[in-house]
Nanobody, 125 residues
Framework: QVQLVESGGGLVQAGGSLRLSCAAS????????MGWFRQPPGKEREFVAAIAWSSSSTVYADSVKGRFTISRDNAKDTVYLQMNSLKPEDTAVYYC??????????????????WGQGTQVTVSS
């Protein structure tokens, strides 16, 4: 079945950077729009960023705009989330997700068909 495997999480000090990766398998990756979501401790999962199948369009949550960058490499079946200027409030489990319709700017998590298992990001103050 389809697999999405996140990596790159960890513990970082405020102001630091991390790069998350999500490797996809058993799907035609280049046809899928991809998204990143996160679930802070004790809170519901929320949208972070999304990228269209062709990388032609990206969208970000206001809380990460200007600090996070989503990108993808269709040759490697991988989507990335570069996170700079991290804040303690960025602490969460980060999930990648795949939308088989390849839609642009999908922020509704119900629209995504496949999910990874998540990777923990902890930002210390």
């Amino acid at each position: 079945q389809v697999q999405l495997v996140e990596s790159g999480g960890g513990l970082v000090q405020a102001g630091g950077s991390l790069r998350l990766s999500c490797a996809a398998s058993r799907l035609t990756f280049s046809q899928y729009a991809m998204g990143w979501f996160r679930q802070p401790p004790g809170k519901e999962r929320e949208f972070v960023a999304a990228i269209a199948w062709s990388s032609s369009s990206t969208v970000y949550a206001d809380s990460v705009k200007g600090r996070f960058t989503i990108s993808r490499d269709n040759a490697k079946d991988t989507v990335y989330l570069q996170m700079n200027s991290l804040k303690p409030e960025d602490t969460a489990v980060y999930y990648c997700a795949a939308d088989r319709f390849g839609r642009v700017g999908v922020i509704n998590q119900d629209a995504y068909d496949y999910w990874g298992q998540g990777t923990q990001v902890t930002v210390s103050s």
